[in-house]
């Protein structure tokens, strides 16, 4: 059985650091691609980052540019979301998914697993 658990979320203040923590069990993650996604109360889900088989990069969003960082560690099986200078628009569910293919040139929906989501919220 196919696994993904996010972890690191919480209540920061703006300006604030946090990791977040992709952690998978069932598959081999080095022969996997892994998205990051991020859904704000009341907008569609955003697609952040993908991070490919060989640690290819493909961003996907300006807001988020400069400020986040997506990582992994095959020998952990986990992946990571690095997040700096938080702000209020930051405010969502943050999500991990992990697909077989290779990063898309643009975000979609078409991926193998997903986490059940880590709540980050950004307020003084």
């Known amino acids: 059985q196919v696994q993904l658990v996010e972890s690191g979320g919480g209540l920061v203040q703006p300006g604030s650091s946090l990791r977040l923590s992709c952690v998978v069990s069932g598959l081999n993650l080095e022969n996997y691609s892994v998205g990051w996604f991020r859904q704000a109360p009341g907008k569609e889900r955003e697609g952040l980052f993908c991070i490919n088989q060989r640690n290819g990069r493909q961003y996907y969003s300006d807001a988020v540019s400069g400020r986040f960082a997506a990582l992994r560690d095959n020998a952990k099986n986990a992946a990571y979301l690095q997040m700096n200078a938080l702000n209020a628009d930051d405010t969502a569910v943050y999500s991990c998914?992990?697909?077989?293919?290779?990063?898309?040139?643009?975000?979609?929906?078409?991926?193998?697993?997903w986490g059940q989501g880590t709540q980050v919220t950004v307020s003084s």
């Open positions: 998914a992990v697909r077989h293919s290779s990063c898309p040139r643009q975000p979609d929906p078409f991926y193998d697993y």
